[in-house]
């Protein structure tokens, strides 16, 4: 798993979870106000609600929104704002 932040690699890791649990980390360090999680068909199928209960566990005043996808090729998206 590959994640990118503006299309630089930041972070290579073997499985989807750590690497996006990272790249919300990174996204709070800079204060994010909203994560938007685009869950795809090849993500593990919890990852849209772990992600936002590590989100609100870390910054309660983020605000999560996430949605399920049928897209193949990239298991996950998440833009920050």
Not at 9 to 25: C, F, K, N, Q
Not at 52 to 62: F, G, I, K
Request: hydrophobic fraction near 50%; avoid cysteine.
């Amino acid at each position: 798993m590959l994640g990118l932040i503006d299309g630089e690699v930041v972070h290579i890791g073997s499985e989807v979870t750590p690497v996006a649990l990272d790249l919300a980390d990174r996204a709070l360090a800079v204060g994010a106000e909203l994560l938007t999680v685009i869950v795809g068909d090849d993500a593990p199928a919890d990852i849209g609600e772990l992600l936002r209960a590590h989100v609100q566990q870390r910054a309660s005043l983020t605000e999560v929104v996430v949605y399920e996808s049928e897209q193949t090729g990239r298991p996950l998206v998440l833009g920050i704002e």
